[in-house]
DNA sequence: GTGGTCTAGACCACA
DNA sequence: GTGGTCTAGACCACG
């Protein structure tokens, strides 16, 4: 999935640490020419993988490293 | 309340007519000047007035006139 | 929801008894942990159902039983 | 009145400057030492003068100077 | 890509 | 010093 893959290839490479919130996801979904659906289940995904964490109302954020 | 009575006096003159769809409820708060919320608001009354129909996901409706 | 239905609870079981105040709805808010405006919606959600009645400038009431 | 006098005071002397927003009134109520209804009545006073210009849900502004 | 609920916090109306 | 309305903008549920 590619916004799914390049988010957690910014976290991975650093350029996203943790903590640090992402755009808005409407923002997102403009910057990365797709749909706000599309975004939403990437972000699904992210969150999945314990790679970020949605707080409603407030954003989404980075995950902290679990025990990785 | 401005934006419900706008809408309202629109339908009662005719501008809006019944099963006509209201533009996106982000794009009335732009048209308006106010925020999400208080369009959020306005369409709640105006769903409670019977003055229109929301359909999650797809949109805002004019209602038809009940037993005018 | 959540903050509504907590309320509505105490007041069951005799924990709120009809014409005891409620705490401020900011009080609420912070002790509920959500933001005052999710607590204005429970609190509206309540007049509704009956189980409140709000005094501008006085406070929150656990309303008389009407008809029990 | 001595909050309205202050802040006028802090305007006339560069201390606050058009266009920055004053603290929230509850804030000012708090740091005066005086009650939120004092505060109102300094703001409205500030208002009237045309010292200050509030904006309902935003905050309230220092004005900008009319053609003194 | 819409309507729906939420956070956070501002000023306003009232007694 | 309370309840009431508003700004600004986030994520969520649904087709």
Do not use: Q, W
């Not at 999935?1 to 403009?30: N, Q």
């Amino acid at each position: 999935m590619a916004v799914a893959d390049h988010i957690s290839a910014a976290v991975d490479t650093g350029k996203l640490r943790p903590g640090s919130r992402l755009p808005p996801e409407r923002e997102l979904a403009e910057s990365y020419g797709v749909s706000y659906m599309t975004v939403r289940r990437a972000m699904k995904e992210l969150r999945e993988r314990g790679v970020v964490v949605s707080v409603h109302g407030k954003g989404t954020f980075i995950a902290e490293p679990s025990g990785d």
